[in-house]
């Protein structure tokens, strides 16, 4: 979330059930060396790109994230080279260097695969010790403090491909922009030995050689690989069946990185039962500062605000930590149109989160949380009656009005479904929706097809009343 705000478990729900295997996954090999003190990086990528649309392709887009300053902040990003099969290629950038174009010397056919290699460096935003401005530093997700070096969408991204043509929207300033297919990434990772590194996926070896220790990081079946480097952090471990569970904080935040693993691992165990087995068996959860975000999910990396850590008994940070790890099934698992269709991972997001709070708290305690985000949604559709829960992104005016409709009213609309259905009904009909669209990006229709194929009922009342048409 960038944002946010059990009954008994079913024991029929809990047979076990395998994850298909995708062997079509794109391949990224990252060989990335990391100047901390500057916070920048010299990068090159090779990336397996298969064509399995219908359509040849005669050029490939990339996102250029970093250079998306109203998310960035002053992080940047430039390519110095694009080769195959070490030809050199010419390449374009657009929308203020967010895009790069390679038009290719020949059309990559449908079924086929190219591999191209790009040589690129970049720049972590610098957050002050004072407190960067918004403007200077982004989020905070691609930012270099005085204790930490957070790195997420910091090298290029190969754009998502649909039916609609290549996802090149523009940024909104607000939500989440990193989206990618699904894909199995190596990482060869050099930083300065006096550093640990969390990271997605695993570390499966590392070399220390000196004063550079090189890490090689395995990260399959994931959105992206993201990378937090720190000195002098805690760390708290924890594991949830298979999974295991890293909670780095601060030193003063000790006791909210206990939290963070034990809600985690909760959390987890919530989701395995009742949705389907984690993408991922490794979770590492970072405290660093953060702006106008409490939590933020990438795969198998969780950034936790610093603001909230400093809150750890609250409910709205049990909540963070929840929707973070949901994010796992919902964005990492299943992924989804970030900017046509932003409702549909931030409403299971908030939904779950809450849910997994009265799951493991009792039967109750999430009644507030759902009412308030009635509420919420009710007066923001009163203000803006033109909108609704499952318009696209660039639709809403700003921040808050967003978050009002997808995740507010996405946690309503959820619940409204559920209580239509049944809680048998409903799982189930996710469990169908997360086993049939794993790997895959989902669209709303997807999953309303999966409630309503379970339900011995229609949903189209609800539909009706949250005017969702999939
Ligand atoms: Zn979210």
């Known amino acids: 979330m960038r944002c946010l705000h059990i009954l008994a478990l079913l024991l029929s729900l809990a047979t076990a059930l395998t994850l298909p295997v995708h062997g079509q996954n794109r391949a990224y090999d990252l060989d990335i060396t990391v100047d901390y003190d500057a916070g920048s990086y010299n990068g090159v990528l090779t990336v397996d790109i298969p064509n399995a649309s219908t359509n040849p392709f005669s050029e490939i887009f990339f996102r250029l994230y970093p250079n998306d300053h109203g998310l960035y902040g002053d992080a940047m990003i430039a390519i110095h080279n694009v080769t195959i099969q070490s030809a050199s290629l010419p390449f374009a950038t657009y929308l203020d260097d967010t895009i790069l174009m390679v038009p290719l010397p020949e059309a990559l056919q449908p079924g086929d695969s190219t591999r191209m290699t790009i040589a ?38 190969v754009a998502v491909y649909s039916e609609e043509g290549w996802s090149l929207d523009p940024s909104t300033g607000f939500g989440d922009q990193l989206m990618g297919d699904a894909a199995d990434y190596s990482v060869t990772l050099t930083i300065p030995s006096s550093l640990t590194a969390a990271t997605s996926g695993r570390i499966v070896e590392s070399v220390e050689d000196g004063e550079w220790t090189t890490h090689r990081v395995e990260a399959p079946q994931a959105r992206d690989v993201s990378i937090v480097l720190f000195e002098d952090y805690v760390v708290t471990e924890s594991t949830a069946g298979d999974i295991a569970v890293r909670a780095w ?222």
């Open 249 to 470: 904080t601060s030193q003063a935040h000790a006791f909210a990185g206990k939290r963070m693993a034990r809600v985690s691992a909760e959390s987890l165990a919530f989701l395995e039962a009742r949705v389907g087995p984690s993408p991922y068996s490794e979770i590492d959860l970072v405290e660093v500062p953060l702006q106008r975000a409490a939590g933020v999910e990438f795969s198998g990396l969780i950034l936790v605000s610093s603001e909230y850590a400093a809150q750890p008994n609250s409910t709205f940070f049990y909540v963070i930590i929840a929707h973070e790890i949901v994010h796992q099934w919902f964005y990492g698992g299943v992924g989804n149109d970030l900017s046509e269709d932003p409702w549909l991972d931030e409403s299971l997001a908030t939904f779950l989160s809450y849910d997994i709070l009265e799951g493991v708290l009792g039967p109750g305690t999430a009644d507030s949380l759902f009412d308030a985000a009635r509420d919420i949604y009710t007066s923001a559709k009163q203000r803006a009656p033109g909108l609704s829960i499952s318009s696209p992104r660039y639709a809403f005016p700003d921040s808050a009005t967003y978050s009002s409709f997808v995740y507010s009213g996405g946690a309503a609309f959820l619940d409204d479904v559920r209580l239509e259905m049944g809680d048998e009904q409903f799982y189930l009909a996710l469990r169908d929706y997360y086993n049939d669209f794993f790997g895959k990006i989902a669209t709303p229709r997807d999953l309303i097809s999966a409630f309503v194929e379970r339900c011995s009922c229609t949903l189209d009342d609800v539909l009706l009343m949250y005017e969702i048409v999939p």
């Open 120 to 157: 690129f460096s970049g720049k972590a935003a610098q957050w002050g010790d004072d407190g960067a401005s918004f403007i200077k530093s982004g989020y905070g997700i691609l930012t270099k403090t005085p204790s930490t070096l957070t790195l997420t969408s910091f090298y290029p991204h």
